[in-house]
């Protein structure tokens, strides 16, 4: 196990770390304040792909935490990312919102209905049966299959959604098809955060609240990875993994101390 004293740029999530339902957790206002201060690299990452990274940044602002939009990293501009290094200047046919239209045209990449290279499906609360159908129709004529994260289910005041892993689901029992999933846990969504602020695996640090997909995936990338107990995890939860992060805290406040 690495030493936090040998970290350098950090990587953290948001919902359960920072925030719970637009209110910030104790510490997260100063961490922030502190890596802006002392220009250390950071990003905020998440998985959610509705919005955009203003639109977060200005979310955040009104819950008290001050997080420039050029230090938010989501799962609809990491699977842009990935898109545009796979076939740069495609086209893609998009189920989602302006948080993966944006970061797709920001790329470069074109929205057609006519064969597309990719179909994406992000975070969306405007679901249709025409779209669905429409991209069961193109994948089945051959447009590559993509997720940005694959979350079932979001929370709501009241109650659970579905989310984007609900209706990729329903696609792939209708083609046959899984699709790629960018977001977490996958550790290209890191890997992809890091090239952005310009960090190395050995110095960074991720900040998670989920053992099944910042845990695991911060160790996967080889990352100092944090568990806080604000969020989902509790010590029930971390036992039934056969996987342990780097620190258990409980919170970010402690990161301060």
């Known amino acids: 196990m690495r030493d936090r004293s040998e970290i350098t740029s950090w990587l953290t999530d948001m919902d359960g ?7 910030p957790l104790p510490g997260a ?5 502190h890596w802006t201060e002392t220009d250390t690299p950071f990003l905020v990452l998440t998985n959610n792909s509705i919005f955009t990274p203003r639109d977060l940044a200005a979310r955040l602002r009104a819950s008290g935490l001050n997080v420039p939009e050029d230090r938010i990293w989501t799962s609809a501009l990491a699977t842009a990312d990935f898109c545009a290094s796979q076939i740069p200047g495609g086209s893609a ?12 045209h920001e790329v470069g990449f074109i929205m057609t209905e006519t064969n597309p290279d990719y179909v994406v499906v992000g975070e969306t609360r405007n679901y249709s049966f025409e779209a669905i159908t429409r991209a069961i129709r193109l994948i089945n ?12 289910t979001g929370p709501s005041a009241d ?7 609900a209706v ?3 696609i792939s029992k209708a083609t046959g098809k899984e699709p790629y999933v960018v977001g977490k846990p996958n550790p290209m969504m890191f890997r992809s955060a890091m090239n952005r602020i310009g960090a190395h695996s ?12 910042d845990i695991v995936a ?3 990338a080889g990352l100092h990875t944090v568990l806080v107990l604000t969020g989902i995890a509790d010590q029930t939860e971390i036992e039934k993994y056969p996987f342990r992060p780097d620190e258990i805290l409980s919170g970010v406040h402690e990161l301060l101390e």
């Open 93 to 104: 046919f998009v189920i989602g919102e302006a948080g993966i239209t944006t970061a797709l």
């Open 29 to 33: 206002a100063d961490l922030i304040r």
């Open 218 to 220: 911060g160790i996967e």
């Open 141 to 152: 004529t051959g447009s590559r299959f993509i997720a940005t994260n694959p979350d079932a």
């Open 168 to 170: 990729t689901a329903l």
């Open 159 to 165: 109650g659970v959604l579905p989310a984007t892993g």
């Open 202 to 213: 050995e110095s960074t640090a991720m900040i998670g609240d989920r053992m099944d997909t």
């Open 17 to 23: 770390v920072l925030v719970h339902e637009n209110t």
